[in-house]
């Protein structure tokens, strides 16, 4: 089997290696423009040789985000500046990927730093919606959607797919997890409509079917689309493994390439058994059962449990976030951990370590 630094083709995108960067929101925009904490945040992976960086959740309408200081992609002058990074990344000989979302319930909330508390229309904020009326935890409750709100939602994702193209990206990732509108669309926790869009496992996955194929209109055959999940609620009555894996059949065939397995966040209170790689069995379960690709995320740190977890087909690659921000250059120090002979940047080979004095 392959390992971390095997290329991986996805139609006919090829990714120098099987260690990518996690989307990580940094709260930094402002009116959802990269600026050059961005460049960066996302250019120091690829100076490290990650061989996918998704960029953190970018909103496809204002009211779409979940914080007044995250990125979006919803006009030109957004997808100007995301080029900037774009170009930049790829000179590096590295692959670069955006992340779409809609928030839902979850939307105009102060920054992490700041409490995450709600903001007011007084304040900048915005009414949150979500397919039925539940709060998440404290936050007000959410109005639920119209069905004509729902098509036009999907049409704002069409459309900034269309911008990422302009954009230069890579990869198109739709963010399907962590009680944002589409997860809370799967789950039967938030999901309690009577129309066509909730009830029955076919009715809860039409919305993030109809988004995947309003994407695919736009977005070239050539050229891969991501979804990332919640794999499981950690709740009973939630969102299942077992659903989770017929939606990864379910989509397969419309044009989805990879299911980046994540889990929880559709509830406030609800306790996660974290540990190392405590979600990888979420990617084995959709590779056991479907042709789907996969990526491993959560608590992924040991260069060597990373390995083992491509080399045992549980996953085709791994995302790293949090361990990333603690040591940018993981990547180069896992090669050298496994003996991999990887080029370093020109600018940087001073510091790679050798095996005899220089002198």
């Known amino acids: 089997m392959p390992g971390l630094f095997d290329e991986l083709k996805i139609r006919d995108l090829i990714i120098p290696n099987r260690i990518w960067l996690s989307p990580m929101c940094q709260y930094s925009a402002i009116d959802g423009l990269p600026n050059t904490w961005h460049t960066v945040h996302l ?11 998704m960029t953190e959740a970018s909103g496809i309408s204002p009211s779409a985000r979940s914080t ?30 955006i992340q779409l979302w809609h928030a839902g319930q979850k939307s105009s909330t102060t920054t992490p730093w700041q409490g995450q508390d709600y903001v007011d229309a007084n304040s ?20 639920s959607l119209t069905e004509e709100e729902i098509h036009s939602i999907i049409d704002q994702y069409r459309q900034a797919a269309t911008r990422s193209l302009k954009a230069g990206f890579n990869v198109v990732e739709i963010h399907g997890a962590h009680g944002y509108l589409i997860h809370s669309f799967l789950s039967p926790i938030t999901n309690h409509r009577k129309d066509q869009y909730g009830g029955s496992f076919e009715n809860r996955t039409r919305f993030v079917t109809e988004v995947v194929k309003a994407i695919r209109e736009v977005w070239p055959i050539n050229r891969p689309l ?17 659903e989770n894996s017929e939606l990864a059949k379910k989509l397969l065939p419309l044009g989805v390439d990879l299911i980046d397995c994540s889990s929880g966040g559709i509830k406030s209170d609800i306790s996660y058994p974290v540990a190392p790689g405590y979600q990888v069995k979420f990617s084995e379960d959709i590779k056991n059962s479907s042709q789907m690709l996969t990526c491993a995320v959560g608590v ?18 791994v995302m790293l976030g949090r361990e990333f921000l603690r040591n940018p250059n993981w990547v180069l120090t896992t090669a050298e951990v496994l003996g991999v002979d990887l080029e370093w940047l020109n600018q940087y080979k001073q510091g790679k370590p050798r095996k005899t004095l220089p002198y």
Request: proline share 4%.
């Open 124 to 143: 900048g904020g915005w009414q949150a919606v979500a397919p039925s009326e539940i709060a998440f935890g404290k936050l007000p409750k959410p109005r």
């Open 43 to 53: 250019g120091k992976y690829a100076m490290g040789k990650v061989g996918l960086i």
């Open 226 to 242: 991501f979804l990332r999940t919640s794999s499981h609620d950690w709740i009973e009555g939630g969102w299942s493994t077992l």
């Open 300 to 317: 992924i740190t040991d260069p060597l449990f990373a390995e083992e977890i491509v080399r045992s087909n549980k996953a085709d690659a």
């Open 68 to 97: 007044l200081h995250d990125t979006g992609i919803w006009n030109d002058e957004q997808v100007d500046a995301w080029r900037t990074i774009v170009d930049f990344v790829h000179l590096q000989g590295v692959k670069i990927g």
